[in-house]
Each structure stands twice: as C-alpha cells, then as structure tokens.
C-alpha cells in the first residue's frame, strides 16, 4: 500500500459547535456544512496543506456508515500533531486553542527530546499535540 493519505475525519457530538471551534477558534477554512439534504449526511469539510483535508463528521453518522456500533469516544486512540517553527508559536496556538473552548490537558513545556509542546483537546475530546521540533526544521 501506497501512503495516499487524503483525509482525516473526526466523529463529533455536535457539528455545529465543532464547526464553530475549527472555523471561528482556530481560524481553519471551509465552505460550511454540506450534506444536509442526505440523512447522515451533513459534514464539513477543512482544507489543510499539500491537499490534505479534515472532515468533522457526527459520530453517529460515521457509526452508521461504517457498520460499527456508536460507542464511547476515547481521547487515547489518535492524537493530532500540529508542528510550528517556534516555542513561542506553540504558546500562542495553546493559548488560541484554549480560547476557543479547547481543554488544555498539558501545558506546553520542555520535551524529552529538545523540544517544546503541549496538548488540548477540542471540545469532542479529540487530542492534539502542539509542538516545536527543532529536528523537523
């Protein structure tokens, strides 16, 4: 298999609120929630770099499309890592992502590694890493 990685999509409680933390908090860009007309389809889609996109989809949907049965989310399954070039940057993105309505659940702080990072949690509980990597300069 060829890594052809296109999107990444996120079972949500409520599409609208998550729309809203993605496109008012964190300033990500989209045309909206599309689908509507389709019963579970509404989904909006967020265009990310090199034609990477984020689908933030209702959980209940995605169970439903998929086959699985709904269960409890876990914020342990996946996390999101978000590089910037700076400590400074990663303070400033911590800091957009927590008033946007985002869970900080480590502040961000030295890493074993040379670097610089911390983790939120958007309001589904989906985990994301900001982090400076020196090495990934």
Request: net charge negative; proline share 6%; aromatic share 10%.
């Given at each position: 298999?060829?890594?052809?990685i296109?999107?990444?999509?996120?079972?949500?409680?409520d599409?609208?609120?998550a729309?809203?933390?993605?496109?008012?908090?964190?300033?990500?860009?989209?045309?909206?929630?599309?689908?509507?007309?389709?019963?579970?389809?509404?989904?909006?889609?967020?265009?990310?770099?090199?034609?990477?996109?984020?689908?933030?989809?209702?959980r209940?949907?995605?169970?439903?499309?998929?086959?699985l049965?709904?269960?409890?989310?876990?914020a342990?399954?996946?996390?999101?890592?978000?590089?910037v070039?700076?400590?400074?940057?990663?303070?400033?993105?911590?800091?957009?992502?927590?008033?946007a309505?985002?869970?900080?659940?480590?502040a961000a702080?030295?890493?074993?590694?040379?670097?610089?990072?911390g983790?939120?949690?958007?309001?589904?509980?989906?985990?994301?890493?900001?982090?400076?990597n020196?090495?990934?300069?």
């Amino acid at each position: 298999m060829e890594p052809r990685i296109t999107l990444i999509t996120l079972g949500v409680d409520d599409l609208e609120r998550a729309v809203r933390f993605y496109r008012d908090g964190l300033g990500f860009t989209t045309p909206g929630i599309i689908g509507t007309e389709f019963e579970n389809g509404a989904v909006a889609f967020f265009a990310l770099q090199s034609g990477l996109k984020l689908a933030l989809w209702p959980r209940n949907s995605l169970s439903v499309d998929s086959g699985l049965p709904l269960q409890a989310p876990s914020a342990l399954e996946i996390s999101i890592g978000h590089n910037v070039s700076s400590q400074q940057e990663v303070d400033s993105v911590m800091q957009q992502a927590k008033q946007a309505g985002a869970t900080i659940v480590k502040a961000a702080q030295p890493t074993f590694y040379g670097g610089y990072a911390g983790y939120f949690q958007d309001p589904d509980g989906h985990l994301w890493e900001v982090a400076f990597n020196p090495g990934f300069a």
